[in-house]
């Protein structure tokens, strides 16, 4: 079957302006009816929340958004759809010619909305496969952002998007949002940390190998001042990268009791709305 020629240009023009995209993030700043523009195509109605894959923890976590989320509630996510779409391969990665992380973990995409996805995107998956690709993607140092992305149903042409979650397994390296610092407050204030999640340094152990340094942050947070490791509270977001990355157990995520509700009940209607 031939595929459509509107997904062909949209995947070609995405792949072309990512190489663009820190460029195009700062205009932001600068105008404030191209900051209007983008928003309205590209992050309209996005609301983000990043909470850390490093707590292991078989309780849920709750937000409006959408969610940086233990891989024990993205697989209870995905045991609670049949509709599921595993991309054929990263957008991100392929289109930054990533070298660090695999190219071919793609985003998995659940609900509805994924039934209209292209074959030559993605295939219709079972919930096995969805599973066994959340641990590839573990396996390879990946995190995950869950929630319903505007630019997704933009690229690819699929609507509505109330019946669309996207699953990403991001590296630090080509993950979309390391745009975050160039964007202007409007637009990257959609991404906030998720409340009662702290990260913390201990100076002790710290053994200055600057590993947490090499853009592991996404979000400019981290820094090396006076021959210390400090974190901007304000830009850190909580993603727990940076604990991933230190060997040596200087860096600790810690969240309470807040922190812990229960996230299926929020996206209950997306299962459950008919198109």
């Given amino acids: 079957m031939r595929r459509p020629r509107f997904v062909d240009i949209s995947i070609f023009t995405l792949k072309y302006i990512f190489n663009w995209r820190f460029w195009i993030a700062e205009i932001t700043k600068k105008s404030n009816t191209y900051k209007k523009i983008i928003d309205k195509m590209l992050f309209e109605d996005d609301e983000i929340v990043v909470i850390p894959n490093t707590i292991n923890i078989n309780k849920k976590i709750e937000s409006s958004g959408s969610e940086f989320l233990p891989t024990a509630i993205i697989k209870e996510v995905i045991r609670r759809t049949d509709d599921i779409v595993i991309m054929n391969s990263c957008l991100c990665r392929s289109s930054n010619g990533c070298k660090d992380y695999p190219q071919d973990i793609g985003c998995i995409f659940l609900g509805p909305t994924s039934k209209k996805i292209p074959e030559h995107i993605g295939k219709k998956a079972t919930v096995e496969e969805a599973l066994a690709q959340v641990d590839k993607a573990d396996a390879a ?63 002790e152990s710290c053994r200055l190998c600057k590993k947490c340094l090499n853009e592991i942050c996404m979000f400019q947070a981290i820094d090396l001042k006076d021959n210390k490791i400090t974190i901007d509270y304000d830009n850190c977001k909580g993603c727990g990268l940076c604990v991933n990355t230190c060997k040596f157990d200087a860096i600790t995520i810690d969240y309470d009791d807040k922190t812990i509700d229960n996230v299926i009940n929020r996206i209950d209607n997306l299962f459950e709305k008919e198109l």
């Fill in 141 to 203: 140092g990946l995190s995950h952002i869950i929630g319903r992305n505007k630019i997704d149903t933009v690229w690819m042409n699929v609507h509505p998007g109330e019946g669309l979650l996207t699953i990403c397994h991001c590296c630090p390296c080509c993950c979309l949002w390391k745009v975050y610092p160039n964007l202007d407050k409007d637009i990257s204030g959609k991404l906030e940390k998720l409340d009662g999640i702290s990260v913390k340094i201990n100076e």
